[in-house]
């Protein structure tokens, strides 16, 4: 087998779960993560559709259903907290609406990757690349440590703003597409009884300015959850390392809000897992050049308020480890067959993420928001087929082939 040294850059879900199946067909993966250790903290994902398939192929049902959330729905709720349209899990299907029923913490799935491969995957802690050079036999990359490596291949899997992608293929400004809003996420310790359902407060727009939500989630862990917060800031610029000010941003657009944002906003300057980012999505005409190649939100990210974003990544890497192996290493087989096998699922979940959330989560009028309420009150009495149009469909695009299995191959 040729190219059996792979370098994957980022140790979160995309790049854990390729260094796992590398591992498995006989590659030599190393990682390097930017943090000093496994992250802790971190917002909600799902896992839907064809992504559940890949869980179950790693043996990693159980450790996902224990860290599980136990949502059992959304509600919309009044200034006074009364819940004015609700929906449940079972209306959409196996994969979920905007509440899926395989929920948990980014990291707590990000910690059991870890768990599965960290006997046998080398990995880099603190460190990041700064530099790399590719030539027709191999990748050496500098890192912010000052050492040198030499690698058969190299893979992007750290993020939207992915420094390997920076290096390899240019700047941001010519894939990152701005969507228009602002997420932010972080975890209270909160003792009333949420009753499973993630509660959704929303601010209709008014006068010039635009819709608003607020949130609250319930965790795993008892007497915490998850407060979010949505919003839209046309123009708005900010330091992605000034956590303070970001804060300041999310205070200033909630300041005026009813029913508990008062309380989540004074715990959130303690929070110590804080997330704020714009809303964006990664489009690229191809995912790779020579001997590097992109995976996970580096390489398409649908927007962290998809849904869809971990399904991708889990499939993304599960496709472009078995490719590899397919090809017996040869990364220009390879890196064709992985990108006409999710390019289909990438567009669609794409699509699904640009024209499916703003309007209920940030809705620019008292009507608008009306109307968001009407139509998931009438939600229950749809055939699943109709309520399911959304996500169900996107998430079920790729069909896995068995790589492992010689008759696949």
């Known amino acids: 087998m040729q190219n059996r040294d792979i ?7 995309a790049g854990a779960t390729l260094a796992y199946w590398l591992g498995r067909y006989g590659f030599r993966p190393t990682v390097v993560e930017r943090a000093p250790a496994p992250r ?3 917002h909600g994902i799902d896992i839907r559709g064809t992504a559940r398939q890949v869980i179950e192929r790693m043996g990693l049902v159980a450790q996902v259903q224990n860290a599980r959330i136990r949502n059992r729905g959304m509600a919309w709720i009044n200034e006074k907290g009364k ?19 395989w929920a948990l913490l980014r990291t707590d799935l990000a910690r059991i990757l870890y768990d599965a491969i960290r006997d046998d995957v080398e990995y880099v802690f603190d460190d990041a690349i700064t530099q790399v050079r590719q030539d027709e036999d191999g990748v050496t990359v500098t890192f912010a440590s000052g050492e040198q490596r030499r690698f058969d291949l190299l893979v992007g899997a750290d993020g939207v ?5 920076g290096l390899t293929f240019g700047p941001d400004d010519r894939c990152v597409r701005d969507l228009n809003s602002f997420i932010s996420l972080y975890s209270v310790d909160w003792d009333t009884d949420l009753g499973g359902s993630q509660l959704m407060y929303t601010l209709p727009g008014r006068a010039g300015r635009p819709g608003r939500t607020a949130a609250l989630r319930p965790l795993a862990e008892p007497g915490r959850a998850m407060a979010g917060f949505f919003f839209r800031d046309p123009g708005l610029e900010f330091d992605r390392r000034d956590t303070i000010a970001q804060k300041h941003v999310v205070a200033r657009h909630f300041g005026d809000a009813g029913w508990e944002v008062p309380g989540l906003l004074a715990k959130m300057w303690d929070a110590s897992d804080f997330y704020f980012d714009r809303v964006e999505q990664v489009h690229l005409d191809t995912w790779s050049t020579r001997r590097t190649v992109l995976v996970g939100d580096a390489a398409y990210c649908a927007s962290p308020m998809s849904g869809i974003g971990t399904s991708l990544a ?7 480890a078995g490719e590899l192996f ?14 006409s096998a999710m390019r289909g699922f990438t567009d669609r979940a794409q699509e699904f993420a640009r024209t499916s959330g703003d309007n209920g989560l940030l809705p620019d009028s008292p009507r608008q928001m009306w109307l968001r309420n009407q139509s998931v009150r009438a939600l229950p009495y749809l055939p699943r087929r109709i309520a399911g149009r959304g996500l169900e469909p996107v998430a079920h695009t790729v069909v896995l082939d068995d790589y492992a299995n010689p008759a696949h191959r």
């Open 314 to 320: 889990l499939v993304g890497a599960y496709i472009l």
């Open 7 to 13: 370098l994957v850059s980022g140790g979160g879900i």
């Open 83 to 101: 819940p004015v349209a609700r929906m449940n899990l079972d209306v959409f299907g196996p994969s979920g609406g905007p509440v899926a029923e």
């Open 40 to 42: 802790t903290g971190g």
């Open 326 to 339: 397919r090809a017996d290493g040869d990364h220009r087989t390879a890196h064709a067959a992985y990108e």
């Open 161 to 165: 703003h992915s420094a390997v992608r």
